[in-house]
């Protein structure tokens, strides 16, 4: 049978606030009711050959209509007149008077409770984030507990906006950094409807620009590097550091080579090289070594996988130091350790504009799966030896050309 049940009703009225529309009809006004429910009855041949089962149907449909102090729903009867069996008054419609006839038929009376006091003390104290309320009412009514939080937050950035202070000096009662951190994604959302449109940097999208976006000071990018040179002129027991960018980029310790590693290992195991030193690298971020200008007159090489990622990170330092090469990043390399391959987990397959003829050939090897099924070499799997001879091959073709 596949009559229309109280399920049935239920389950459209379940939906209805799922989607948050029972929630956000409270906030607009919008007139959402009466509402009528879609209704499958019996065929004539049914009401023919099931009339037992039709009848018990109907006394179920009207038990539940009729029950309680809130029926929850209303039914309509239309009178069918049959050659067999007569005249029989049949539903024909279901219909919901009201929103609390819905929310007492579902069960959600007292979390709309909830929500009616959420909007009115978010009108009171902060009536710009009413339209946040409507758009997102279910994700509102799970953060009714932390809403009085929230919006203490909100008051304060449109009391003092672009503040340019870390969010650890935000001093409101009950309000820590760990708390900031965790409702970013809310908080972002909120200030976009609270905060005028001039005291925020749109270009800056994503939790992750959240302080530049809103005008916080921003945990400042570090890069960390290792001195190879071990000559005595340099600061005894200095080798392993790290400085603010800034910091960086005013710091030219004098080396004429430069290597960069993605892989933490491979960097502190770098063999020591006079006129060297090692950066530990940042994936696809090189905003931090872009600042260093006298990177520039630097001999630069990178060290990274063997992967289409590797060639697109490559490429993109390459934007900011066009003078880097590559180091063990060469077919040869590669074949030579094909019992370390494994496959890379999502590639990719944009144009590269930045590599050289050999680079982009093995690289099109690579997104092409000429070479295998999404073939990677880890840097960190190539032998020791092989980088050792490697810079042994680099510092000869430094002395030949300096002579």
């Not at 024909?92 to 409770?113: N, T, V, Y």
């Not at 959240?210 to 005008?215: H, I, K, L, N, S």
């Not at 090469?325 to 094909?338: E, R």
């Not at 042994?392 to 002395?399: C, D, I, S």
Request: glycine share 8%.
């Amino acid at each position: 049978m596949n009559w229309t049940t109280l399920d049935d009703i239920r389950g459209r009225v379940q939906r209805e606030w799922e989607k948050g529309r029972l929630l956000a009809g409270m906030a607009t006004g919008e007139p959402l009711f009466p509402l009528r429910i879609p209704l499958k009855g019996p065929s004539s041949t049914e009401l023919r050959d099931r009339f037992a089962e039709v009848r018990e149907w109907i006394a179920l449909l009207r038990g539940a209509a009729g029950g309680g102090q809130r029926p929850g729903f209303r039914l309509e009867l239309r009178k069918i007149e049959h050659r067999v069996i007569g005249g029989n008054e049949v539903p024909a419609e279901i219909w919901i008077d009201s929103l609390d006839d819905a929310l007492a038929l579902i069960g959600k009376s007292r979390e709309a409770a909830r929500y009616r006091m959420l909007l009115a003390t978010t009108r009171e104290c902060c009536p710009s984030v009413m339209p946040w309320l409507v758009k997102r009412p279910l994700r509102g009514l799970e953060l009714v507990t932390e809403w009085p939080r929230l919006m203490a937050i909100v008051q304060w950035l449109q009391a003092n906006p672009r503040p340019g202070i870390y969010l650890r000096q935000i001093d409101l009662p009950g309000v820590h950094s760990k708390f900031i951190e965790q409702y970013k994604g809310t908080l972002a959302e909120l200030f976009d409807f609270a905060v005028p449109t001039e005291a925020i940097d749109i270009e800056a999208k994503g939790i992750g620009r959240f302080e530049r976006r809103y005008g916080f000071r921003e945990k400042p990018a570090t890069v960390r590097f290792r001195l190879l040179d071990t000559s005595p002129a340099l600061p005894q027991g200095l080798s392993d550091l790290a400085l603010i960018a800034e910091e960086f980029a005013r710091f030219d310790p004098g080396m004429g080579r430069v290597f960069i590693t993605e892989n933490e290992i491979n960097f502190l195991a770098f063999p020591a090289m006079p006129d060297s030193l090692v950066i530990f690298g940042a994936g696809y971020g090189f905003d931090a070594l872009g600042q260093a200008r006298w990177l520039h007159d630097k001999s630069i090489y990178y060290w990274g996988d063997i992967d289409t990622h590797g060639f697109a990170i490559l490429d993109q330092l390459r934007a900011y130091l066009p003078n880097a090469g590559s180091l063990l990043m060469d077919h040869d390399t590669l074949m030579a350790h094909k019992e370390h391959w494994v496959e890379e987990t999502i590639p990719t397959n944009r144009t590269l504009s930045r590599l050289t003829p050999a680079e982009t050939a093995l690289y099109d090897d690579l997104r092409s799966d000429h070479l295998g099924n999404s073939v990677r070499l880890e840097q960190e799997k190539i032998g020791f030896q092989r980088l050792l001879d490697a810079l042994n091959e680099l510092a000869t073709h430094l002395r030949r050309d300096k002579s």
